[in-house]
């Protein structure tokens, strides 16, 4: 059952960050698809839940071929889903948020709130690094901007303090021989991933791996960059089996925790298949791409 | 063939409730709320097994707003069951005196004013208990050296079933080919989307109302008298609406046995609606079943014989489990004609929750090592799947041998049209299948171990003067659509429309008993109850019209459509409702008044009907993860003459999301004796978005016992599916799974093996 609780409704980001100094135990709330859960199972019981739904000057996507795109924290996952630019310029967030659970939780859950939330199965946090994103988070005393691969830090916790608010998520606008992709595996396509990859590849203009990324979803504590695997592959001129080789890697670099739903070698094995199979589908959009 | 054209039968209509459903007015347990009303929490057992030396509530009755605390000790300590008829298999006081034999096992209840003071109070409830060693396996628990969960029971056998015709060891003789397979067949929750509750009224004239989530207001209300010392009469049962029971709601539940023993000792009421965590961990589940398989066939594919042994998970008490075991055994050897056939099974206690019925009632279970082992053994030997099973199945007028006679059967026109839809898919690429699966099932059952002094169902019809019609019966819409059954048989044997019946059902006080909601028994029995209540208000109100019209004895009459006329001149006749206004008045202003019932007499030991039907799952398996992808599902289904068809669909769709489920997604899993997964996060049930294509082919059948033709078919689609996606996997990659849910890591492991094996050849 789901405690007692003060309800803080601020109508300003000015006013949100000057109530969350002033409440020590106190949680942001910013649609509760995340919290309200472990609320409801007694893990969390904060005396004050801080509302920032309605702090709109947090909601917005904006894009500029030079800055790249910018997302307020509290645009909504289905606002991400539906915006005509991203599914131009970035297709795989729209294709990771099509699958990010129920159509309810999409429209209600906010990106900022799933990040802040840290939980390594998270969908966006895998892609986004695999972007290169940066996250600004702040408070009521300043701002501060880290690349979302040092953001997280175990589960379920980031570098923020008490008293920070997720603010805004930074992705560069792509170089122009690109591609990134993103799956998770599980039983019900809208499920939570079991595990997943996200990978992107950047080619130089020789065809040679200028650059990639490989980040594995519920592999580790967190969103877990592969870097192993990912040096494997730089300078070279790829093919299936670079791809099958840093697969190989990956699931070896990785460190997925068993549970009911599947033992640790099944996670790695998938991993593995998952890690090649991103890789060959970024490669071949970063071939096309320009 | 279907024998007349229907006005109101067979033609699609939306259930009668709808409306009120989807506006959020219907009143399930969960909305009642009555004067003066308490809220019930339970405490439950944190161990497996393990002696009550003491409960102390002292604390707890210290905290504002507890009203009281009660124990085993308020209760009378009654060991109840539903197979009343048979003592030893009444086991289970739902508050134990003595010892607790799983964990969510009540041990105490507790009534407050808030149910978050009644929560609080568990907490200062003190419980001492000695923990006794415990086992949850039944082929460890069947062990000599297993502890005892029930005194007296030896090697914790509950119940064993042995069924068995023809010379079994003969028929093995003729057989060119024996094959041997040992499969494991998982639980499954009911998973109903109203959780168990009960709001429970015993007022100082020694009565006790029940508002609650039931299959079965009668069965409550008997059962809740026998534990209660109160007579039948005494006690009045209400379940209104109901979110759900897939078998798993006509037995006692915990919310209904402590929100009465709270509300008799305070004379106040008490409400307690059962969280979803309590659902998934203290209520029951459909039973686990180890099943060895041994089957013999002649090279040209006749089956000969086929003997199994069964071990059911029994968890620690008996419920419906008694009737899982024999019904299992029964439709394994569905829908086969076998020279010879044996099956014992046996169902063995385990410090884990009870298991229970649930839809297909053992039969899921049972055909899916059945039809595997069939596809399996054709490969074998280079049969064709559809010829053997057209050469074997069931065909109308077929007898097995002292179980059960077969008065309408669509089996081979199923297998003929599904064989049709196969061969059109032609060539499948790689890693894609399509797997088949034959069943039959029950339409309601014969056996009466509840030791019920009524008829198996009743109806009783009023017609009001302004032609509007009450319908009251006994049967139980769960959300299955029966009320809409009923109001539509009605209305085609009275010869009125739809919304002229008004159906009241799950009041005990104001309807007739009935069995309720299981076996799949309510369309056949309950329908034939409506029929002939009907047939005798009709006859009445005809009685008047030959008078009023004047006519020929020799003609018949009857009323369609609210017209009543001489069937063979369709237009001589009279209004409907000028005639029931006539015969009122005829009658001295009484209403018309008819009655009905249906208990199955020489139908044999299980049934007086069976459907027939055959499945297929197309699907696809990524060879390298293990995942399926599941594209259709097509069903081709004798249910006899179809009353809504509307009301099938939701059945075939539901029983297809339910039956997938069991085949590769949902699980219990334990670890000593606690369940991993309590919550729908974990707990995966396939969503709307999810659901692959489904799509149904009506064979056309007629079945006498059934009114208007009519056999079940809700339940049995819950069986083949299993199978049939087993059969897909197999025809996909080559691999045979033994052990459900077929999950992506049991598929890689049996590619591994098969490689292994290919490897040493």
């Known amino acids: 059952m789901i405690n007692d609780f003060h309800y803080l409704k601020p109508a300003s980001l000015k006013e949100a960050l000057a109530m969350y100094a002033e409440h020590d135990d106190c949680k942001v709330i910013c649609g509760g698809q995340s919290l309200l859960i472990v609320m409801r199972q007694g893990m969390v019981a904060p005396e004050y839940l801080l509302d920032i739904k309605h702090v709109k000057e947090l909601s917005y996507i904006k894009f500029d071929e030079k800055d790249g795109l910018r997302i307020g924290a509290t645009t909504t996952h289905r606002e991400i889903e539906k915006s005509d630019i991203i599914a131009k310029k970035y297709p795989v967030l729209v294709a990771m948020e099509e699958k990010l659970a129920s159509i309810q939780t999409r429209n209600w859950g906010t990106i900022g709130g799933n990040l802040a939330h840290a939980d390594p199965a998270g969908d966006p946090g895998p892609v986004l690094i695999a972007l290169n994103a940066e996250i600004k988070f702040g408070n009521s005393g300043g701002e501060k901007v880290v690349p979302l691969d040092e953001f997280f830090v175990d589960y379920f916790e980031t570098q923020m303090e008490h008293g920070d608010l997720v603010l805004e998520v930074h992705v560069p606008t792509p170089e122009p021989k690109f591609g990134c992709a993103y799956q998770k595996f599980n039983l019900l396509d809208s499920d939570m991933g079991i595990v997943a990859a996200a990978a992107s590849v950047t080619l130089n203009a020789d065809g040679t791996c200028k650059d990639a990324r490989i980040v594995l979803g519920n592999a580790g504590p967190i969103p877990l960059r592969v870097t192993k695997a990912e040096d494997l592959l730089k300078g070279k001129k790829l093919d299936d089996a670079l791809f099958a080789q840093a697969g190989t890697i990956a699931s070896e670099e990785c460190a997925p925790v068993a549970d009911i739903h599947a033992s640790e070698e099944h996670r790695r094995h998938v991993l593995g298949v998952l890690t090649k199979r991103m890789l060959k589908k970024a490669f071949e959009q970063a071939q096309k791409s320009a | ?761």
């Open chain 2, 1 to 761: 063939m279907s024998h007349a054209k229907y006005s109101v039968i067979n033609t699609p209509v939306h259930n009668i409730d709808g409306v009120a459903k989807v506006t959020g007015r219907a009143t399930y347990t969960f909305d009642v709320t009555l004067p003066g009303m308490l809220y019930g929490k339970i405490l439950r057992s944190p161990h497996p097994h393990a002696k009550i030396l003491n409960i102390d509530a002292t604390r707890a009755l210290e905290l504002p707003g507890v009203k009281a605390v009660v124990t085993g000790k308020d209760t009378l300590g009654i060991k109840q069951g539903i197979w009343r008829r048979y003592e030893e298999l009444c086991d289970e006081q739902i508050l134990p005196l003595e010892k607790v034999r799983y964990i969510g096992e009540p041990v105490a209840a507790v009534a407050a004013v808030t149910e978050e003071i009644a929560e609080a109070a568990l907490d200062l409830i003190d419980v001492d208990y000695e923990v006794l060693p415990a086992v949850f396996e039944p082929l460890e628990a069947i062990k000599k050296e297993a502890p005892t969960i029930h005194e007296g029971v030896e090697r914790n056998v509950n119940v064993t079933r042995h069924i068995e015709w023809g010379d079994v060891d003969e028929a093995f003789e003729e057989a060119d080919y024996i094959r041997e397979d040992w499969f494991k067949c998982s639980g499954q929750h009911h998973m109903c989307m109203e959780t168990r509750a009960a709001v429970s009224s015993f007022t100082p004239d020694g009565k006790l109302t029940v508002w609650t989530s039931t299959q079965s207001a009668y069965y409550h209300q008997a059962l809740l008298a026998g534990v209660f010392g109160l007579r039948d009469g005494d006690v009045r049962v209400l379940a209104p609406y109901v979110g759900g029971g897939f078998g798993g709601k006509f037995e006692i539940d915990s919310a209904q046995f402590c929100s009465g023993v709270l509300s008799m000792k305070l004379h106040k009421p008490v409400k307690i609606v059962l969280t979803r965590e309590e659902d998934f961990i203290a209520s029951k589940r459909r039973t686990p079943m180890f099943y060895y398989v041994r089957t013999g066939i002649k090279k040209d594919g006749t089956f000969c014989a086929r003997e199994s042994r069964m071990f059911s998970n029994g968890g620690a008490y008996t419920g419906m489990g008694a009737t899982a075991l024999y019904l299992s055994g029964f439709f394994h050897s569905f829908p086969y004609k076998w020279r010879g056939y044996r099956y014992d099974g046996y169902r063995v206690y385990t410090n884990t929750m009870p298991s229970t019925s649930m839809r297909g009632f053992g039969a899921p279970q049972a055909m899916f090592c059945s039809e595997q082992q069939i596809d399996w053994i054709c490969a074998d030997l280079g049969l064709d799947p559809f010829e053997v099973r057209r050469k074997n199945g069931h065909t109308e007028g077929y007898e097995v041998p002292g179980q059960a006679f077969i008065a309408s059967c669509g089996l081979e026109q199923c297998i003929n049209e599904i064989e049709k839809w196969v061969k059109s898919k032609g060539k499948l690429p790689a890693n894609r299948g399509i797997g088949i699966s034959s069943c039959g099932f029950m339409s309601g059952g014969i056996f009466n171990w509840f030791d019920s002094p009524y008829s198996f169902s009743s109806a009783v019809v009023t017609i009001n003067f302004d032609g509007t019609v009450e319908l009251h019966v006994g049967c139980q819409d769960i959300g299955q659509g029966s009320n809409t059954t009923m109001a539509i048989i009605a209305a085609e044997t009275l010869g009125v429309k739809i919304e002229d019946i008004k159906v009241h059902s799950g009041d005990t006080d104001h309807c007739p008993a009935d069995l309720g909601a299981w076996g799949s028994r309510q369309t056949l029995m309950a329908g034939n109850a409506v029929k002939m209540a009907c047939e005798d208000a009709k006859k009445q109100l005809l009685e008047f019209a030959y008078a009023e019209m004047g006519i020929n004895i020799v003609y018949d009459l009857d009323i369609k459509d609210r017209w009543v006329h001489i069937v063979a001149r369709p237009e001589r006749g009279l209004p409907y409702g000028d005639l029931v206004k006539k015969a009122l008045r005829g009658k001295d202003g009484q209403r018309i008044v008819g009655r009905g019932y249906y208990t199955p007499h020489r139908k044999g030991m299980i049934s007086p009907a069976y459907s027939y039907m055959m499945q297929a799952v197309d699907a696809e398996i990524d060879p390298e993860t293990g995942k399926i992808k599941i594209y259709e599902v097509m069903t081709a289904h004798d249910c006899g003459q179809p009353i809504n068809p509307l009301g099938l669909i939701g059945q075939l769709e539901g029983a297809a999301s339910m039956a997938l489920g069991y085949a590769y997604l949902e699980d219990m899993p334990f670890e000593d004796g606690k369940m991993m997964n309590p919550n729908l996060v974990d707990y995966k049930v396939i969503k709307a978005p999810e659901m692959p294509k489904t799509d149904i082919i009506e064979i056309d059948t007629y079945e006498p016992e059934g009114p208007y033709g009519a056999k079940e078919a809700g339940e049995g689609l819950t069986n083949p599916t299993a199978a049939a996606l087993g059969n897909a996997v197999f025809n996909a990659m080559g691999i045979q799974m033994k052990e459900l849910p077929i999950t992506p890591e049991r598929i890689l492991k049996a590619l591994r093996e098969k490689k292994e094996q290919e490897a040493q050849k």
